[in-house]
């Protein structure tokens, strides 16, 4: 977990009718970056019941932020196969959910999805959360540690805590 010097835990909260976040205003939103944190076609437990509990345990809301883009292969892709894209992201992002939305019932959940590259995306959209959970894959290696680049941007840029959940 990554907190900023001179972070303070009145931080995480809304602020209140003063203008100012105070521990008595709700928590601020609990955001995961889906792109990254969770390989939508792989194993991602570890991150995703993290983010949960966490929402769960400070009563937030949960905001799932989904950066898609439309691969440019053969070209500009047209605007068929641009609708297509996009609703099958919405439809993994929805599948993905919809297990933990029942093992956490209490949790209220927001699904963003937003066409563009990871990191952009993802520093926009985890502005005003109270916490940024990333996930990092584990690498099985003697050597150091690594992160992708995405998160390593996030690291950098967000503004607010970041957790760092290392999943298979």
Not at 74 to 86: F, K, L, S
Request: hydrophobic share 45%; aromatic share 4%.
């Amino acid at each position: 977990m990554l907190v900023r010097a001179g972070e303070t835990a009145a931080e995480e909260h809304l602020p209140g009718d003063s203008g100012t976040a105070s521990a008595r205003t709700p928590y601020r939103d609990v955001a995961v970056a889906v792109a990254v944190a969770v390989d939508v076609g792989g194993p991602c437990d570890e991150v995703l019941d993290f983010v949960f509990r966490a929402a769960e345990l400070r009563q937030a809301p949960l905001r799932a932020v989904h950066a898609w883009h439309v691969p440019l292969r053969r070209g500009v892709p047209g605007v068929e196969e641009h609708t297509r894209i996009r609703e099958e992201a919405e439809h993994e992002l929805t599948e993905l959910l919809e297990p933990w939305r029942a093992k956490y019932p209490d949790v209220v959940v927001r699904e963003n999805l937003h066409e563009g590259r990871a990191a952009h995306v993802l520093v926009r959209a985890a502005s005003g959360a109270g916490l940024l959970v990333v996930g990092r894959r584990r690498r099985r290696t003697a050597v150091v540690s690594h992160t992708s680049p995405v998160a390593h941007a996030l690291i950098h840029h967000v503004n607010r805590p970041v957790v760092l959940v290392p999943h298979d």
